[in-house]
């Protein structure tokens, strides 16, 4: 597992978000490239932050915060819902999820902000 410095880089208030949330965000991506305006997820915002994911750019903890917060308000719209199951671009609340990095992306979040209050409190 790598560490909490793994994630940061030459500032110490700047992080990479791993893989996992990357791949999620290209899901979202991938779906509004191959579907257009079927898609109708997500706030400019969000789709910035899918960009930034999937570019693998730094992420300020300002913005890990933000992070942190839309997962803790939209937990509840992470799953497909059943009558999008077929058309998973259709469901906004899973596409939003993923636009932020999906699962992977709110795991990281939470850990970063607790790693990150640790440190301070050193």
Do not use: C
């Amino acid at each position: 597992m790598k560490s909490f410095k793994d994630f940061t880089e030459n500032d110490q208030d700047t992080f990479v978000a791993p893989g996992g949330a990357a791949a999620e965000a290209k899901k979202a991506l991938k779906f509004r490239d191959e579907h257009g305006d079927e898609v109708k997820a997500g706030t400019r915002v969000g789709w910035v932050r899918a960009n930034q994911l999937a570019k693998g750019k730094k992420i300020s903890f300002d913005t890990v915060k933000r992070m942190h917060s839309f997962f803790s308000r939209h937990s509840k719209n992470k799953a497909i819902s059943p009558e999008h199951k077929d058309t998973p671009w259709r469901d906004n609340g899973y596409v939003s999820w993923l636009l932020w990095g999906g699962d992977a992306g709110a795991k990281w979040a939470k850990e970063t902000i607790e790693k990150h209050k640790l440190e301070e409190d050193k």
